[in-house]
T-cell receptor
Framework: SAVISQKPSRDICQRGTSLTIQCQVD?????MFWYRQQPGQSLTLIAT?????????ESGFVIDKFPISRPNLTFSTLTVSNMSPEDSSIYLC?????????????FGEGSRLTVL | AQKVTQAQTEISVVEKEDVTLDCVYE???????LFWYKQPPSGELVFLIR??????QNEISGRYSWNFQKSTSSFNFTITASQVVDSAVYFC???????????FGTGTKLQVIP
């Protein structure tokens, strides 16, 4: 298994500002994923972040709004830009287990954002 | 396209009762993986089980059991003798074929009342 740490764990932000969420993994992983979980909702994949390449965004998510960095095999950041109250969500970093093809994911504790 | 349906939004049971959480999936791929995750109030998702499409054997792990039926595209999860610590949101998920994306259901919130 992988241990995933996210910072911040929670934050309250003002409309129009941007916030960067950090994800640190205790082992080298190829594939990292960023999910959003809106209040009372399921998990929605924002993007897949592979080291050494541009992140791949899902439909409905764009790089200008959610820029992602993946500088090495243990770290990634997700920025939520120009925030609005609709961005209030839990943002979850996850990594694929060894033998990723099976799809098992490990998750961080999540970063709970509230936008006023 | 992949789809996961968890029709039960919320379930309340009294401690020690058995409870089954339903999951129905859709995929055109013949190779796929199904998962259950638990999200306690603390928020972190915990992996519970993985099943691949070629293995229809039911599985039991302590008080947890899973019933995978390809004929009905279902992957149901039963908790026997429920406990208060089982209170959480449970997500069923699907990864199909060569897709990198894991699709999650909408979740079932289970409340176990002492």
């Amino acid at each position: 298994s992988a241990v995933i740490s996210q910072k911040p764990s929670r934050d309250i932000c003002q409309r129009g500002t941007s916030l960067t969420i950090q994800c640190q993994v205790d082992s080298q992983v190829t594939m990292m994923f960023w999910y959003r979980q809106q209040p009372g909702q399921s998990l929605t994949l924002i993007a897949t972040a592979n080291q050494g390449s541009e992140a791949t965004y899902e439909s409905g998510f764009v790089i200008d709004k959610f820029p992602i960095s993946r500088p090495n095999l243990t770290f990634s950041t997700l920025t939520v830009s120009n925030m609005s109250p609709e961005d209030s969500s839990i943002y979850l970093c996850s990594v694929g287990a060894a033998g990723w093809n099976t799809g098992e994911l490990f998750f961080g504790e999540g970063s709970r954002l509230t936008v006023l | 396209a992949q789809k996961v349906t968890q029709a039960q939004t919320e379930i309340s049971v009294v401690e020690k009762e058995d409870v089954t959480l339903d999951c129905v999936y859709e995929t055109r791929d013949t190779t796929y993986y199904l998962f259950w995750y638990k999200q306690p109030p603390s928020g972190e998702l915990v992996f519970l089980i993985r099943r691949n499409s070629f293995d229809e054997q039911n599985e039991i792990s302590g008080r947890y059991s899973w019933n995978f039926q390809k004929s009905t595209s279902s992957f149901n999860f039963t908790i026997t003798a429920s406990q208060v610590v089982d209170s959480a949101v449970y997500f069923c998920a699907l990864k199909a074929g060569g897709y990198q994306k894991v699709t999650f259901g909408t979740g079932t919130k289970l409340q176990v009342i002492p």
